[in-house]
C-alpha cells in the first residue's frame, strides 16, 4: 500500500458526460501529480499541484481541470468526454520538488467511457 | 528526442534466473533522479528502487540493483532470482531538476514474463 488514495476505482460514464477523480496524497506529502495511461499514448503527465498551488503542467486537455484543496486532497475534473479519454488515471504525491523525493502511486481509477 | 527509452518491448526469463531490463536516458541536467516501477496486471504502479545521479553507488534493494552508467546514461534494472510474481510491465523514469516542476518522465516500459 503506497498510502495514497484514489477513488473511484471503476468509473464507467457516457461521452458528454463530466467526471471526477478524487486523491488523497501520503501523509505529510505536499505535491500531487496525475498521470493518465493509456494504450496508444503510454504514461502522460497531465499537472502537478503543490502545497495547493499549480507547479507544472503538461498533456492536459482543456476539457480537464485540476485543484489541490487546503487540506492536500486532489481533484481531477474530466468534462465533455470523449471514447478517447477512457484510461487509467494516476495521483501521485511526494513530499516535496526535489529530484530524489519519490513520487509514490495510488492504484489508480479506471475511466471507460463508452 | 526521447528522454526515456526501454529498447525491449517484451522480455522471458526462466524462474529463480537473473534478468537485466536496459533503460537509458538524455538530459542536460546535472542533478536528476533515476527510477523504477513495476506495474503487475492489476494496474497499480509500485515502486522499486532510486538512483540519484550523484550517487556514486549503485542502488539495491532486496532482489532488485540499479546498474548505474552515468557517462553512457543508462540505468539498467537487474532482477535477480526471478520469482512468477515478477511478471508485470516495469517502467523506468527520471526526474529531472526543473523550475516548472519535477514530474517523472516514463519510458515506454517492458513486459516481463517469468517462466516457471
Known amino acids: 500500500d503506497s498510502g495514497v488514495t484514489q477513488t473511484p476505482k471503476h468509473l464507467i460514464t457516457a461521452t458528454g458526460q463530466r467526471v471526477t477523480l478524487r486523491c488523497s496524497p501520503r501523509?505529510?506529502?505536499?505535491?500531487v501529480y496525475w498521470y493518465q495511461q493509456s494504450l496508444d499514448q503510454g504514461l502522460q503527465f497531465l499537472i502537478q499541484y503543490y502545497n495547493g498551488e499549480e507547479r507544472a503542467k503538461g498533456n492536459i486537455l482543456e476539457r480537464f481541470s485540476a485543484q489541490q484543496f487546503p487540506d492536500l486532497h486532489s481533484e481531477l475534473n474530466l468534462s465533455s468526454l470523449e471514447l478517447g479519454d477512457s484510461a487509467l488515471y494516476f495521483c501521485?504525491?511526494?513530499?516535496?520538488?526535489?529530484?530524489?523525493?519519490?513520487?509514490?502511486f495510488g492504484e489508480g481509477s479506471w475511466l471507460t467511457v463508452v | 528526442a526521447q528522454k526515456i527509452t526501454q529498447t525491449q518491448p517484451g522480455m522471458f526469463v526462466q524462474e529463480k534466473e537473473a534478468v537485466t531490463l536496459d533503460c537509458t536516458y538524455d538530459t542536460s541536467d546535472q542533478s536528476y533522479g533515476l527510477f523504477w516501477y513495476k506495474q503487475p496486471s492489476s494496474g497499480e504502479m509500485i515502486f522499486l528502487i532510486y538512483q540519484g545521479s550523484y550517487d556514486e553507488q549503485n542502488a539495491t534493494e532486496g532482489r532488485y540493483s540499479l546498474n548505474f552508467q552515468k557517462a553512457r546514461k543508462s540505468a539498467n534494472l537487474v532482477i535477480s532470482a526471478s520469482q512468477l510474481g515478477d511478471s508485470a510491465m516495469y517502467f523506468c523514469?527520471?526526474?529531472?531538476?526543473?523550475?516548472?516542476?519535477?514530474?517523472?518522465?516514463f519510458g515506454g516500459g517492458t513486459r516481463l514474463m517469468v517462466k516457471p
Open positions: 523514469a527520471m526526474r529531472e531538476h526543473n523550475n516548472a516542476g519535477n514530474m517523472l518522465t
Open positions: 501523509s505529510g506529502d505536499l505535491s
Open positions: 501521485a504525491s511526494s513530499v516535496g520538488g526535489g529530484t530524489g523525493n519519490t513520487i509514490y
